[in-house]
């Protein structure tokens, strides 16, 4: 199973074919902020796509770096970001080849639909990334999309699968079904809050 390329995700871009695209920050991260669960810090967003979740972050305080390798979504993003005067970082490039700057920088990553969209083959790279790039201590605010169906992207992400991947670097202190997903991902997300060992 293998995930789309560069100019796949372009393409989307190129043609408006958002289909993940909430259009909004998903409303579980709203509540994560109004709960006291995540709160303003240095913060990475990986695949970041349009940037809700950025945009909503950066108002609200936090000190926001979005990474994507599409220059569609990166493009998208810096013109928001530039129309609300935000202090925020768009990297357009491949998070996996983050560089050692960013190693150990961070205080919070937020997830979003980012681990569904990459082949499964990357998953343990993906953790070993998230896991150089946070500082010890360093929180995992995570929705994981389980979709119930074969292929992808998205692809499927079951708990087992998240517990597998994860528990080696991070302690898992929660994780149940977001209980106020966005209407079309209703009863299929994982919200998980991880806390790197």
Not at 13 to 18: A, K, N, P, R
Request: proline share 4%; glycine share 8%.
């Amino acid at each position: 199973m293998e995930g789309y390329s560069q100019e796949d995700w372009q393409r989307h871009y190129d043609e408006d074919d958002l289909g993940w695209d909430l259009g909004q920050v998903a409303p579980p991260f709203v509540s994560l902020l109004e709960s006291n669960t995540i709160f303003p810090c240095k913060t990475l967003v990986p695949g970041c796509g349009r940037g809700h979740e950025v945009i909503f972050l950066a108002e609200n305080g936090f000190d926001v770096t979005a990474v994507d390798y599409s220059i569609g979504a990166v493009n998208h993003l810096n013109s928001a970001v530039s129309e609300r005067q935000l202090n925020t970082r768009v990297l357009n490039l491949d998070f996996f080849e983050l560089d050692s700057t960013h190693n150990g920088l961070y205080d919070l990553l937020i997830e979003q639909t980012f681990f569904c969209a990459i082949s499964p083959s990357q998953r343990s790279l993906y953790v070993e990334t998230v896991a150089r790039a946070l500082k010890k201590g360093g929180m995992i605010a995570g929705l994981f999309y389980h979709t119930g169906q074969e292929g992808g992207p998205p692809f499927n992400t079951t708990r087992e699968d998240i517990i597998e991947h994860f528990s080696g670097s991070f302690e898992i202190r929660e994780l149940a079904q977001a209980e106020n997903s966005a209407e079309q991902r209703k009863d299929k997300e994982w919200l998980a809050i991880l806390v790197k060992k």
